[in-house]
Nanobody, 126 residues
Framework: QVQLVESGGGAVQAGGSLRLSCAASGLTFSVYTMGWFRQAPGKERDFVAAISWNGGSTYTADSVKGRFTISRDNAKNTVYLQMNSLKPEDTAVYYC???????????????????WGQGTQVTVSS
């Protein structure tokens, strides 16, 4: 079965950096667009970034543009989220997700993703 396992979260001070990883198994990773989302306490799950199946296209939320970078290594079945210049408002549980369909374009809609990881906590202090 499909499994997505996030890692790399933690506690950092404002201005710091973290690199999240999401290791995928049970699927042909290289044909699926992958996304990162986040959810802060009491808020809805929000889109962060997505990357197309071949890495040729990315889409990043305005709130993190210029600070966060999504990438993938299809040989390692892993998608990454490099987070720089972190702010307290970036504090959330971060989730990776697999798109519903093969060879799809990038999407910001949570409904376009069918499998989700368990999440990793990122806490940014001021």
């Amino acid at each position: 079965q499909v499994q997505l396992v996030e890692s790399g979260g933690g506690a950092v001070q404002a201005g710091g950096s973290l690199r999240l990883s999401c290791a995928a198994s049970g699927l042909t990773f290289s044909v699926y667009t992958m996304g990162w989302f986040r959810q802060a306490p009491g808020k809805e799950r929000d889109f962060v970034a997505a990357i197309s199946w071949n890495g040729g296209s990315t889409y990043t939320a305005d709130s993190v543009k210029g600070r966060f970078t999504i990438s993938r290594d299809n040989a390692k079945n892993t998608v990454y989220l490099q987070m720089n210049s972190l702010k307290p408002e970036d504090t959330a549980v971060y989730y990776c997700a697999k798109h519903n369909y093969r060879y799809s374009s990038v999407s910001f809609r949570t409904g376009d993703y069918d499998y989700w990881g368990q999440g990793t906590q990122v806490t940014v202090s001021s």
